[in-house]
C-alpha cells in the first residue's frame, strides 16, 4: 500500500498548483482517466511549499486497483468547479 500523502514538488506546486488552488475548500476531485472511479481528496500547501495530498489517496490507489512499480500519468485541469485530478494508467 502506498504513503498516506502524495506530494508534488516546489517548484511544480508553487508554479502550476498552488494559483489554481482553492484555499477555502480543500478538496480535490481525483478520476481515473477512464472516469470509472472519482474520489474526494484533501489537497493543501505544504508548510515545505508542495503541494499535498493528505487524505484520500490510499482510498483512491486501493480501489483502482494500482500497483506500485506500475506507470501512471497525473493530469491537472481546471475547471468550472476547480482544479481537479485525473490519474492515467500508461
Not at 475548500?25 to 484533501?42: C, V
Not at 493543501?44 to 511549499?49: A, H, L, P
Not at 506500485?68 to 500519468?73: D, L, P, S
Request: proline share 3%; charged share 15%.
Amino acid at each position: 500500500m502506498p504513503n498516506n500523502y502524495y506530494y508534488f514538488n516546489v517548484h511544480f506546486s508553487t508554479g502550476s498548483l498552488f494559483p489554481h488552488m482553492d484555499a477555502h475548500h480543500g478538496g480535490l476531485p481525483i478520476t481515473t482517466g477512464d472516469g470509472t472511479t472519482t474520489i474526494t481528496a484533501r489537497f493543501i500547501k505544504g508548510v515545505d511549499k508542495r503541494a499535498t495530498i493528505t487524505k484520500g489517496w490510499s482510498d483512491f490507489f486501493r480501489r483502482t486497483h494500482m500497483n506500485e512499480g506500475q506507470a501512471y500519468a497525473f493530469g491537472f485541469k481546471c475547471t468550472s468547479k476547480g482544479l481537479c485530478l485525473i490519474v492515467y494508467s500508461i
